[in-house]
């Protein structure tokens, strides 16, 4: 049975069916500001969760959704097989830094757009500004979610951690 979040029953607000959930970050963006919030708690945040479910979640073909933080685990999930296949091209951590660096700000597909893959899971933005509120935030999350994986994914001695990047080549959903 796949893994779902603990941050379902968390209220928050909601763009396009995902909900916007404060984590630990330094990277600017609407995290840490008065719309979102900053993640106060002790204990993982969204981007620990999807890290620590991602071995066991990637293995399923079905996964069904019970509420707004799980869009976004869905969403963190398949951004870290990116990030795990960019990783393996690696040699060091400061090349896959650079590497999850650029992928992080290239141009992505929203929910409701063409080429958004998991558009049967979102709804769409209601208005213009809510998208954009929603880019900024997917944004800084994939910048986040692409430093902690760099983390994970190398050893200490600077070697690509074969125990995640053997997940790099599964195929996620």
Same mark, same amino acid.
């Given at each position: 049975?796949?893994?779902?979040?603990? !941050?379902?029953?968390?209220? *928050?607000?909601?763009?396009?069916?995902?909900?916007?959930?404060? !984590?630990?970050? *330094?990277?600017?963006?609407?995290?840490? &500001?008065?719309?979102?919030? =900053?993640?106060? $708690?002790?204990?993982?945040?969204?981007?620990?969760?999807?890290? =620590? !479910?991602?071995?066991?979640?990637?293995?399923?073909?079905?996964?069904?959704?019970?509420?707004?933080?799980?869009?976004?685990?869905?969403?963190? @999930?398949?951004?870290? =097989?990116?990030?795990? *296949?960019?990783? $393996?091209?690696?040699? @060091?951590?400061?090349?896959?830094?650079?590497?999850?660096?650029?992928?992080?700000?290239?141009?992505?597909?929203?929910?409701?757009?063409?080429? !958004?893959?998991?558009?049967?899971?979102?709804?769409?933005?209601?208005?213009?500004?809510?998208?954009? $509120?929603?880019?900024?935030?997917?944004?800084?999350?994939?910048?986040? @979610?692409?430093?902690?994986?760099?983390?994970?994914?190398?050893?200490?001695?600077?070697?690509?951690?074969?125990?995640? &990047? *053997?997940?790099?080549?599964?195929?996620?959903?």
């Amino acid at each position: 049975m796949a893994r779902h979040s603990s !941050f379902n029953k968390r209220e *928050a607000r909601t763009i396009a069916g995902a909900s916007l959930l404060p !984590f630990r970050t *330094a990277c600017k963006g609407p995290v840490n &500001t008065s719309k979102i919030g =900053s993640f106060e $708690e002790e204990g993982e945040d969204i981007i620990d969760e999807a890290l =620590s !479910f991602y071995r066991a979640n990637v293995l399923f073909r079905n996964y069904e959704i019970e509420g707004g933080a799980d869009r976004i685990l869905l969403y963190v @999930t398949l951004y870290i =097989s990116a990030c795990l *296949a960019k990783i $393996e091209k690696s040699q @060091t951590p400061k090349d896959a830094e650079k590497a999850l660096q650029v992928m992080a700000f290239e141009t992505f597909a929203l929910p409701g757009q063409a080429g !958004f893959p998991f558009n049967a899971f979102f709804g769409k933005a209601d208005k213009h500004e809510e998208l954009e $509120e929603l880019k900024a935030y997917m944004k800084q999350l994939r910048e986040e @979610t692409g430093q902690r994986v760099c983390k994970v994914g190398f050893t200490p001695e600077g070697k690509p951690n074969k125990f995640w &990047t *053997a997940f790099a080549k599964r195929k996620f959903m």
